[in-house]
C-alpha cells in the first residue's frame, strides 16, 4: 500500500498502523463550530414532543418487529449469531435483548462489548493500493443492529424537514445525477454571460464527506 507521501508500505503491520491512523483522523471530531448570529437564521425543526418520540422506551413488541425486519443472514460480527438466531430461540433469548436494548436508552450508554465492531475494507478497483480505493464497512453484532435501527425508524420520519431539497446525494427517492445536469447549466450560463458584472463559481472537494463525523 503506498501511504499518503508516496513511501510503499509492504508488511502487515505498517499496513495496519497506516490505515488505522487514516480512519482515526477521518472520523474524529474536527471541532466544527457556528458562528452565534448564524445559528439565529435556523429554525427549530425538532420540537420537545418529536425528541421526546424518538428516545421513548422502546416496547419487546417493537424489538421484536425490528428484529424480523432484518435481514436475519445478514453478515455478523465474530460472535457469529445472526438475526435467524435471535428470531428461532426468542423464547429463551428475548427478555435478555429487550432488557439490554432497554437499558441503554435508559442509561444513554453502550456497552462496550456491543459496540465491538469488526471492520472490513473492500477494494473499489482491482489494483486498490491506495486508501481511497478502499471502503469501509462495519460488521455489528446483532443486539447493536437492532438499536441502530429502531433510532433509524424513529428518525425517518424527521428526516424529510432537516433534509434540504438541494441535496440529491445518499437521500431516498433522490438521483446524485441531478448535480452533474445542474452543474453543467451553470457552467454554461457562466459561459454565455456578457456584461460588466461577473460571476465566480467555487469548486469543493469533500473527500468522504459522508464518511466524517461533522
Known amino acids: 500500500m503506498q501511504d499518503d507521501l508516496g513511501g510503499w508500505l509492504f508488511n502487515r503491520q505498517d499496513i495496519g498502523n497506516f490505515l488505522i491512523t487514516k480512519f482515526t483522523n477521518l472520523y474524529r471530531d474536527e471541532g466544527v463550530t457556528s458562528s452565534p448570529p448564524l445559528a439565529d437564521f435556523f429554525q427549530t425543526i425538532v420540537t420537545r414532543f418529536k425528541n421526546f418520540s424518538i428516545s421513548a422506551l422502546p416496547t419487546k413488541l417493537k424489538i421484536m418487529e425490528t428484529l424480523k ?11 457469529g449469531m445472526p438475526g435467524l438466531f435471535f428470531e428461532h430461540y426468542w423464547n429463551i433469548v428475548g427478555g435478555d435483548v429487550v432488557k439490554t436494548i432497554q437499558d441503554i436508552f435508559l442509561s444513554d450508554r453502550v456497552l462496550a462489548a456491543l459496540n465491538r465492531t469488526t471492520v472490513v475494507l473492500i477494494p473499489k ?3 486498490a493500493f491506495l486508501f481511497n480505493h478502499l471502503r469501509l464497512i462495519s460488521l455489528c453484532n446483532t ?5 441502530a435501527k429502531l433510532l433509524a425508524s424513529w428518525l425517518w420520519s424527521l428526516l424529510p424537514k432537516l433534509i434540504s431539497l438541494n441535496q440529491t446525494a445518499c437521500t431516498s427517492g433522490c438521483w446524485i445525477g441531478e448535480n452533474t445536469l445542474l ?14 458584472i461577473g460571476y465566480v463559481g467555487i469548486k469543493f472537494d469533500l473527500h468522504k464527506a459522508y464518511d466524517r463525523v461533522n
Open 69 to 79: 425486519s432484518m435481514n436475519p443472514h445478514k453478515a455478523p460480527r465474530a460472535e
Open 125 to 127: 478497483t482491482l489494483a
Open 143 to 147: 443486539i447493536y443492529k437492532i438499536f
Open 183 to 196: 452543474v453543467n447549466e451553470v457552467i454554461h450560463y457562466l459561459r454565455r454571460k456578457k456584461g460588466i
